[in-house]
């Protein structure tokens, strides 16, 4: 008996968790998003009113047309996700090799290269984002070295753009790729490459066929730890990106602060949520795939 209160209690404390900080404010968005939008304080009209004859319902979807029939939230959307998705692949392809080289390494140099990693957690994420406004700026230091050096007649156009944009992501978001991969890799058992040797395979083989498939699951959680907050990111959108390249994070603070149109902000929120709904999903069907080891 005590042991299935006590089982009870781990397992709803979580979910107690989880319905305050998740389902509730979720609900109260989701309930905003089906109001109307007018001039007054709250600048909207409840979607649901009790009154005298009782409960009414007021709701109304003319946020999510909006998002529909606008183009501005479709080019958001979309820029959104396509630079979310390019800036998890440099990650990708700048952090696997990272990861691999720390495990690769002796147990002596892995705590200290690992330290290196996690060293720009120790400056304010602002901070940072910063510091690269005055790196990439035309006046900043890379051009002014680039002139300096003769390698440029004129300073380069490296900040308020999208390639500022990317360079910011996979700046602040690179340790969350590399973290998961050196878990994965620092787990996978030497013998097994050892083996393929014995056999026969070269190590570029023994890489592809071996440890690639092994550490796939550090892949689909880095990319993940990558891929759903640079969808939402407003910061560096808003920091290092020009006008030209609206993102979801930007448009919906947008929404919120200067157009005061929270039906329309909330409405923009729970079509983000359902948009990261689906890497999340994948990964779990993946994570609990038979015979695909399971989790990072």
Known sequence: ????????????????????????????????????????QPPYVPALELGRAGISFRGTLDSYRLLLDDDLYVAAYANSV????????????????MAYA?????PAWR????????????????VRVYAWMTLLRPTGTINQALLALGLVAE?????????AVHLGIVYSYLPFMVLPLYATLERLDRELLEAAADLGCRPWRAFLSVTLPLS???????????????????????LLGGSDTPMIGRVLWAEFFSNRDWPAASALAVVTLFVLAGPIALFQHLAARPGGRGRP
Do not use: K
């Open 155 to 163: 300073p380069l156009p490296l900040s308020a753009n999208e390639f």
């Open 102 to 106: 720390i495990v690769r390494t002796g």
């Open 216 to 238: 796939l699951p550090g892949v689909i959680a880095g990319a993940l730890l990558v891929f759903i907050p640079a969808v939402g990111e407003f910061v560096i959108p808003d």
């Open 82 to 97: 396509r630079i979310a998705l390019t800036s998890t692949a440099i990650c990708l392809l700048i952090g696997y090799p």
């Open 111 to 126: 705590g200290p290269l690992l330290m290196l990693v996690v060293l720009p957690f120790w400056t304010s994420f602002l």
């Open 1 to 40: 008996m005590i042991g299935h209160r006590a089982r009870a209690v781990v397992i709803g404390i979580p979910l107690v968790w989880l319905a305050l900080f998740f389902l509730a404010p979720f609900a109260v968005v989701l309930w905003i998003s089906l109001s109307q939008a007018v001039d007054a």
